[in-house]
């Protein structure tokens, strides 16, 4: 999972989408159906990259973050944070990736 991250901050310029999870937890499967949509919609797609962390394998990951609860979603440019969604807020991640996308 890190050699994931890895690559996708690799990549030069656009947005990126990183989505804190467990396992375990139903928000979070009900996160990654909704990204999933976002990554099929050319609206929020455009120059976006979409990845994923399992808070609780990669806790020095997810401290360095302060990731205190899961689903949480954190956008990136020019690898610094940008913006962050706590919980399962669809239509506020959805706004805020669009504005995004938008403007970079």
Not at 37 to 57: F, I, R
Request: aromatic content about 6%; charged content about 30%; some cysteine.
């Amino acid at each position: 999972m890190r050699k994931h991250l890895k690559i996708l901050f690799q990549e030069l310029g656009g947005l990126k989408v990183v989505h804190f999870k467990s396992d375990w937890s139903e928000p979070c499967k009900k996160m990654t159906g909704i990204l999933a949509e976002l990554k099929s919609d050319v609206e929020t797609n455009n120059g976006v990259s979409y990845g994923e962390v399992n808070a609780e394998e990669l806790p020095a990951i997810s401290m360095k973050h302060n990731i205190t609860a899961v689903p949480t979603v954190l956008l990136f440019a020019n690898n610094k944070e940008i913006d962050r969604v706590d919980g399962l807020r669809k239509e506020k991640l959805t706004s805020i990736i669009k504005s995004y996308v938008k403007i970079l």
